[in-house]
């Protein structure tokens, strides 16, 4: 009877050593709170082709941008960049009237903008810039009568400006930082305003000629751009 007891006991102590060498492992630790709300350094470049207006010059430039994201939906950044371009056109038209220009353009700017990010796609950035550099063009024109005519303008110095951006985020946002990075494209419109621009324009025809200067003119570029770069928001 001792020994049945005795076997009894032996294998009910086999039978919960064996239940607590399979019992389940711990659950792992939860994970780490998302901190996509914390504000976060943010950065970014670009490149563009654009088109410098009235004097219709194709211009190209690159930016690059630093700034502070407050969150997922707003912040600031300082942005820099320079830009050159040229432009060659001309015309003839049937009432035998034709037309030349020639245009140049070079600056550099730096200017602060704020920033919005909305349906986590699409940013809308603006705010006002600074530059240094200009724009010159000359265009003539002549016709059958013998009417001609010529337009010089140059605009250049420290120009207050403008700056606004829209663009189309194409990255993934990491969901435990709330970084989003990624290409973009979109598009910048930059209004220059030059406001010690030389005009001159000279007429003349059969019966004589004018010539008319202002230097004291203000003139206002305005340049439409495409862009296309990489953000780390």
């Known amino acids: 009877m001792n020994r049945t007891l005795m076997m009894a006991a032996l294998v009910s102590s086999f039978t919960a050593l064996a239940q607590d060498s399979m019992a389940p492992p711990p659950p792992p630790p939860p994970d780490a709170p998302m901190v996509e709300e914390q504000g976060r350094v943010r950065w970014g470049i670009d490149g563009q082709i654009g088109l410098l207006l009235p004097q219709t010059t194709v211009t190209f430039g690159a930016e690059g941008r630093i700034g502070y994201q407050v969150n997922r939906t707003f912040g600031v950044f300082v942005n820099g960049g320079a830009t050159f371009g040229f432009g060659v056109g001309g015309s003839v038209n049937p009432n035998g009237t034709t037309s030349a220009s020639i245009s140049v353009a070079g600056w550099w700017k730096l200017g602060v903008l704020g920033e919005m990010t ?116």
């Open 118 to 233: 909305l349906f986590d796609r699409l940013s809308i950035a603006a705010g006002p810039a600074i530059a240094d550099g200009g724009w010159a063009g000359v265009a003539a024109s002549a016709n059958t009568n013998g009417a001609a005519s010529t337009t010089t303008v140059v605009a250049g110095g420290f120009m207050p400006a403008l700056d606004l951006k829209i663009g189309l985020n194409l990255g993934h946002r990491n969901e435990r930082t709330g970084r989003r990075s990624g290409f973009n494209i979109g598009l910048d419109v930059l209004f220059l305003f030059a406001p010690n621009a030389a005009y001159a324009t000279v007429t003349g025809d059969s019966m004589g000629g004018s010539v008319t200067a202002n230097t004291t003119g203000l003139a206002v570029g305005v340049m439409p751009a495409l862009t296309l770069g990489y953000d780390a928001r």
